[in-house]
Structures are given as C-alpha cells and as structure tokens.
C-alpha cells in the first residue's frame, strides 16, 4: 500500500502524519507537494494539519485552488482513500469534498490538549478497528474547529451514518454542532476530523489511540485488494 502526504506552504503537520504511517503500519509513504499533478500511485491520501498558506482569507481556502486537489477529487471519486486532519478536513470543506465547514472556536481561543472522542461510525476504512461507542483519547490543536452546518445538511449526515467521531458528552472544545469531531463523504472514503490522530501513535505522547486510525486503513485496504494479496 503506498500512502502520500500532501504538504502546502505552511504545513506544519506532514513529518508527523509520515513518521506515523512509518511506525504504525509500515508501509510506502512520500511527501507530495502540492503542485503536484499525479496522485495515481497512492492508495491513500493524507492532507495533513497546519497553516496552509498562512490561513490567509479563511483556513483551507486557498490551498482549495492548489493543483494537487484536482488530483484529490479524482481520487476521491475513484474510491481511494482520503484523510483530512485539522487544516486538511477545513481544506476538504473548503474543496467541497466534504460539507459543513469550520468556524472559529467558540470563546475565540486556540484549544490545544487531550480530548475525548466517541467513534459514532466504526465502519469507515479509517475506524474498522475501533469499537461502536469506544472512547478514545486523540489531541486537538486548533483556533478554527466549530464545525458547522445547517440543519438539512445534519440531518443528511446522520440518515447516511456520516458523523464518525463526536467529542463526549459535556467536553466539545470548540462548539461544534451536535460535538461533531470527524465525518465522511456519503461513500465512507473521505474522513475529516480536527482531532490529530498522527500525535497519539504512542505512549510517550500520552496515548496510543490514534494508531488503530492507521491499521484501520491498511486493513480495509487488504481486504479490498484480498484477491490481489492472495494471488
């Protein structure tokens, strides 16, 4: 399985999210720039947190018009699998490829430390291998993560099980609606969470939880391309 790590001017999250892969699953990964024009050989596609374009205009908003997210949506479309992290999931509501969008934490102060996440939807190529209703611990490092969205669209999102993480009950950091921390695309392969999965792939950053994000992924992989493998 071969991984890409997109990096925008600005990226500040891309050396984690590929030491992460590298630790937790083992598998090829590459930092692709992001005027990159091909992104066909990759299985999965990291758009990783940071300050893309220095959040100029609105977070995500311009790097929606950088060249390498032409080749987001064709994969997107071709099945593959997509994980947007903090500023990646405001670039994939910025790029349409996800709905809703982020607004700016409620108390107007930057939230950096643990947070507590439900997995609501463990049914997504990024979550098989946690439990339905499983809490699990995974920081949060953000000023702009309010996820927002009307009430027609939260409905969608809940008829097509698309809410995959919430913040428990009583610690939504930042206000989001319903404590929404993460959703999908209707299709299950385009995740979005503000919550940085890649800083809890050990116990020395104070919780392991995040790895199960990447085992997840390489195990819905093999099982898609079983016939492959096995052959």
Not at 49 to 64: E, M, P, Q, V, W
């Given at each position: ?16 999210c590929y030491k992460a892969v590298e630790q937790t699953v083992g598998q090829s990964v590459d930092y692709v720039w992001h005027t990159s024009t091909d992104l066909s050989a990759y299985d999965c596609i990291i758009v990783p947190g940071g300050f893309s ?52 934490n409620n108390g107007m102060k930057f939230r950096c430390h643990q947070a507590l996440l439900e997995v609501v939807n463990n ?109």
């Amino acid at each position: 399985m071969k991984f890409a790590v997109l990096v925008f001017p600005g990226s500040n999250c891309d050396i984690d999210c590929y030491k992460a892969v590298e630790q937790t699953v083992g598998q090829s990964v590459d930092y692709v720039w992001h005027t990159s024009t091909d992104l066909s050989a990759y299985d999965c596609i990291i758009v990783p947190g940071g300050f893309s374009y220095g959040d100029y205009l609105r977070c995500g908003s311009i790097a929606n018009f950088a060249p390498v997210m032409n080749e987001v949506h064709k994969a997107a479309v071709a099945g593959k699998y997509i994980l947007g992290i903090c500023n990646g999931f405001q670039i994939l509501t910025e790029s349409r490829l996800l709905p809703g969008a982020l607004l700016r934490n409620n108390g107007m102060k930057f939230r950096c430390h643990q947070a507590l996440l439900e997995v609501v939807n463990n049914e997504t190529p990024f979550t098989n291998q946690y439990a339905q209703g499983e809490v699990i611990d995974i920081p949060i490092a953000h000023g702009e993560g309010s996820y927002y969205c009307d009430e027609a669209t939260l409905e969608e999102l809940k008829a097509n099980n698309q809410i995959v993480f919430r913040y428990v009950a009583g610690a939504n950091p930042n206000g989001s609606v319903e404590d929404i921390a993460g959703i999908s695309n209707k299709a299950g392969n385009v995740v979005g969470m503000m919550p940085h999965p890649e800083r809890a792939v050990s116990s020395l950053l104070g919780s392991e939880d995040g790895k199960r994000m990447f085992t997840s992924i390489l195990n819905a992989w093999r099982e898609q391309h079983g016939a492959a493998i096995n052959g």
